[in-house]
Structures are given as structure tokens and as C-alpha cells.
């Protein structure tokens, strides 16, 4: 089976969160299965380019419809991982991928629909037919459209469409002269049962489009899938995703083994694994040394995050001070790309400044996220919602016990150590439902409580964690179900 996957990210080169992660992992465990798998990506100038490997250019002059004229583009190609990337580049006085970001333009949904159009037109000339093109989120919505309305007839009619959300609080919301632009008749599309956007009069909405179009639609956790048909965090999209219901199905993410192993990660400064833990007590105290906070009987509640609304950045700070006050320290690693909100937590970082018992790095640290879940006790998420999380799972393989808030897929991953059904060996950390300071502390002081009183039991809650399988053994296998299910 031939598959394309059509993302705005891919990590190790271009990771803003998740995204990147989930694209990465899934297209190796597709590869591993016996998959050809091959990804297309914009080509952004802040790419880690010393992770991509034999870039050259592949297709020379591709000529791609745009408005009234034609962008001419450059297609590279390169190894990231294994795995095989091509990167499109137009030359255009509009340098549409050459900002120093990879989000937040004024133009992201003109940025977004030309790369849409563009992989298709790429696709078609290089004589490209995958069995399956993945997309991903709002960015890649248009594809499904574009294959449908202009390039089946030219030809491509032998490809399906999955389409993946990975967070429906971004949807690519915009005015219809984007439809004109990409080469579609608004009469056509502009309709409610197609691009019209459900709540904002005169604009199209791109993820509605990619769900309309797509052959089949998948969310990154179960939970979320229901929780976006039936409740407000469906954004406005609760209708259509109702009307596809049959189309619409929720896959769990998986995180990279090779990249989040305690027992071989060169990043931490011992690896342990389930049945012999004594190296983490020797990351925390690594942690400690790095990060400058006293080496006392506590335990380290952690977060690494964005920091933004979503990830429920007022409980992030309940959670600091909480900690501070309740016999226990307090490390942060995020960043915030509201400056607002940047601003509030440097505005902590800097109150915080004098106490030997906390931490904030406010920034993008990959390496020191690594040091944090092997060197913490505890990892706080307490999201508004979160369509999957990986921090959470990523926690439970280094032996850190999540506290979380109880949606999408967090409530899918961490089983409560109190209070949840399942039986004791699966559970794995400590659950709050209500968004207040006094929900988070019911679980959060149970977690420290429980670290303090009675260590043998938090020591099997890290060991359960440890012992799941959070792989992309399962998901991989899911997928690969779906590309069958809409291929045959
Ligand atoms: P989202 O995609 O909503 O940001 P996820 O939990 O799905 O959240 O994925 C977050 C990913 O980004 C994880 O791999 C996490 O380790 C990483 N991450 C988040 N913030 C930082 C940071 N400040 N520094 C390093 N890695 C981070």
C-alpha cells in the first residue's frame, strides 16, 4: 500500500506540538508494517534542516494555479528518520513559507490553501497515485475538496482521503475568496452541506470541508470524537460531524518508543526501566542540579506545556503555587505564543525567582523536557480539553504519575488511583473533572498526599504506567484497518 501523508509538521524538522510527534510516529510504524509511506510538507525556512538528509531538488518549475496567475514552485526531496519528505517551495514575491514561524501569519489560510493546491498539482505531474493521501488538520482540509472537485477528473480518481483532526479549536475559518483563489467555484462549495461555515456568515470554514470530502475521519482519541459531535467543543462543527457520523472514528495516538524510552534516552543522565526504577531517583537529582532547586524529601510536580487557554494555563499557576505551599516542588518548561499570557508567566518566573524549591523555563527545550518527565514524581495537565495529549503518555513511560483534568484523551489514557473502575494494576494516575482550583486540588493533593504517606503504592501507580502500551503498535494497526476499509 502506497500512502502520502499531507501535514504542516513532522518531527524532528518542523514541530510546533503534538501534530508533529503523531505524523512522525505514525508514518514510521506504517513504514515498519510494510507501508510505502511518503510525506509533503511545506518547505519553511525555520526548519531544522540538520535533521533532513540528501535534500535536493526533485521536480524543477512545477507550475501551480493560484488566483489569476501561476506560482512557480520547487519540489525537494530529503530523508528525515527513514523517512522519505518532499518539501514544496514556491517562488512567489508572497514567500509564503519563509516568515521565521510556521504558524500565526495574517495569510495562514491563503499560506495553507496554496500548499493544499499545490501538493495536488505536484501529485499529478509527478505521476504520484498513493492508494491513500492522510491529511492533516485544517491545513491540509482542502485537499479532500480539491481531489474531489478538480483532480479526479484530471485523472487522480483512484486515491481515498483519510483525514485526521487533531484539534478542532483551529478550523481555518475564512473568507471565500480563498475558493477562488485554489481554482473552486464558491456557487459549487459555498454551501451548507459543503465549505459554508456553520457559524460565521459569508466565510468557509477548511476542517468542514476536509470532513465533508474525506473518505473517512479520524480524531486522535475516542473521547474526544464524541465529546466534538455532542458537546460545545465541537466548535460549531457538531452538525456535520453528526451527519458523517459514519465516516467519523476515534484512534488513540501513540508516542514514539524510540524517542521516549527511559531504558536507552541519551538525553537523561541514567535510564531505568519498570522492574529497576534506582535510575530515576538519579535523574531527579540531575533534574534538580540543572534547574538549580534544592535536593529535599519532596516530590516534583511538573508541567511541560504551551502555555495557553487550552492547556489550562490559570490551574498551571494554581498548580505552582499549590505544590509550593503543600510540601512539594514546582518545575515548568513552556511557552506561550500569546504575549499576554507570556508575559503573566514571566511575571511568575520572576516572583517565583527566590524559591529553592522552583523552577520556570519559559521557552522550547526539547532536551530538558526529557530531563523533566525521567527526573519528576508528578506531571499536571489540567486542559480545558485536549483532543489527545502526548504528555501524559510520555510522563507514564518515564515512571511520572499524570494528574489530569478528565477529557478527550486524557480521560482515555490515565485511570484514576482512588476512583476508577478499572482493575488495580491499570491504574495510573489521579482524575478531576471540574475546571476550578478546588478540582485540581482534589487530585493534586491526593497525588502528593499519596508520595508522602505512602510510597509503595505511588511506586506501582509508576510501574503501571510504565507497563502499558502506549506504542504505535495498536494505533498503526487501526490505521492501517481504515486505509483498507476506504481503499477496497
Ligand atoms: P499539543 O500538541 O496540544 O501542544 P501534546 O501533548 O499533544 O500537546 O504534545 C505536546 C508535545 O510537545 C510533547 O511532545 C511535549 O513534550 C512537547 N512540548 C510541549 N511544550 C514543550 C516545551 N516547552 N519544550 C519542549 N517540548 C515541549
Known amino acids: 500500500m502506497f500512502v502520502v501523508m499531507v501535514s504542516p509538521e513532522c518531527a524532528p524538522v518542523a514541530k510546533v506540538g503534538g501534530l508533529g510527534d503523531v505524523v512522525h510516529g505514525l508514518s514510521r510504524e506504517l ?28 521536480y524543477s518549475d512545477l507550475r501551480v494555479p493560484f488566483h489569476d496567475e501561476w506560482i512557480h514552485c520547487d519540489i525537494y526531496s530529503g530523508v528525515v528518520d527513514e523517512l522519505k519528505c518532499f518539501f514544496v517551495k514556491p517562488n512567489s514575491t508572497e514567500r509564503f513559507f519563509e516568515r521565521g514561524r510556521f504558524y500565526g501569519e495574517s495569510d495562514d489560510a491563503e499560506r495553507f490553501a496554496f500548499f493544499s493546491r499545490a501538493v495536488l498539482e505536484f501529485m499529478l505531474k509527478s505521476g504520484k497515485h498513493p492508494d491513500v493521501i492522510h491529511c492533516h488538520d485544517w491545513q491540509a482540509g482542502l485537499v479532500p475538496v480539491l481531489l474531489y472537485e478538480i483532480y479526479e477528473r484530471q485523472g487522480m480518481d483512484k486515491s481515498r482521503v483519510c483525514y485526521t483532526l487533531h484539534n ?41 470541508g476536509g470532513i465533508v470530502y474525506a473518505n473517512f475521519v479520524t480524531t486522535v482519541s475516542p473521547r474526544y470524537s464524541e465529546e466534538i459531535r455532542h458537546t460545545e467543543l465541537g466548535e460549531g462543527l457538531q452538525d456535520t460531524l453528526n451527519l458523517h457520523a459514519d465516516k467519523v472514528g476515534g484512534v488513540l495516538n501513540g508516542i514514539d ?94 516572583y517565583l525567582n527566590d524559591n529553592p524549591d522552583c523552577h520556570f523555563e519559559i521557552g522550547y527545550d526539547e532536551e530538558l523536557s526529557h530531563q523533566i518527565y525521567a527526573g519528576a514524581d508528578m506531571l ?109
Not at 511518503?38 to 540528501?54: S, T
Request: proline share 4%.
Open 31 to 58: 513504514a515498519i508494517r510494510g507501508v510505502t509511506v511518503e510525506l509533503i510538507l511545506p518547505m519553511y525556512d525555520c526548519m531544522k534542516y540538520d535533521r533532513i538528509f540528501d535534500l535536493q531538488k526533485s
Open 168 to 208: 478542532v479549536g483551529h478550523q481555518g475559518v475564512t473568507g471565500e475568496h480563498i475558493l477562488r483563489q485554489v481554482g473552486l467555484d464558491p456557487v459549487a462549495v459555498m454551501t451548507p452541506q459543503k465549505l459554508l461555515d456553520p457559524t460565521h456568515a459569508n466565510a468557509i470554514n477548511l476542517m468542514k
Open 257 to 350: 518508543y524510540n524517542v521516549w524510552n527511559p531504558e536507552t534516552d541519551t538525553q537523561i543522565s541514567a535510564n531505568y526501566s519498570s522492574t529497576a526504577l534506582s535510575g530515576k531517583v538519579g535523574d531527579k537529582k540531575a533534574l534538580r542540579q540543572r534547574l538549580m532547586i534544592n535536593d529535599v524529601f519532596k516530590p516534583i510536580v511538573a508541567v511541560v506545556s504551551r502555555l495557553d487557554r487550552q492547556k489550562g494555563a490559570d490551574l498551571i499557576r494554581h498548580a505552582a503555587f499549590y505544590s509550593l505551599a503543600n510540601h512539594a516542588q514546582f518545575v515548568l518548561l513552556g511557552s506561550a505564543a500569546e504575549e499576554e499570557l507570556n508575559a503573566a508567566f514571566w511575571g511568575l518566573k520572576h
Open 380 to 488: 499536571v495537565i489540567p486542559s480545558v480539553y485536549e483532543p489527545c495529549g502526548l504528555t501524559q503518555m510520555i510522563a507514564m513511560r518515564y515512571g511520572t504519575v499524570p494528574v489530569v483534568r478528565n477529557t478527550g484523551g486524557l480521560a482515555d489514557t490515565v485511570f484514576d488511583a482512588n476512583y476508577s473502575d478499572v482493575p488495580f494494576e491499570q491504574r495510573n494516575g489521579f482524575v478531576f473533572s471540574e475546571l476550578t482550583t478546588e478540582g485540581l486540588e482534589s487530585a493534586l493533593s491526593r497525588g502528593i498526599g499519596l508520595w508522602h504517606r505512602y510510597p509503595e503504592y505511588f511506586r506501582q501507580l509508576r510501574t503501571n504506567g510504565m507497563n502499558q502500551d502506549l506504542s504505535w503498535n495498536n494505533p498503526g494497526r487501526d490505521y492501517l484497518n481504515i486505509y483498507e476499509h476506504i481503499w477496497t
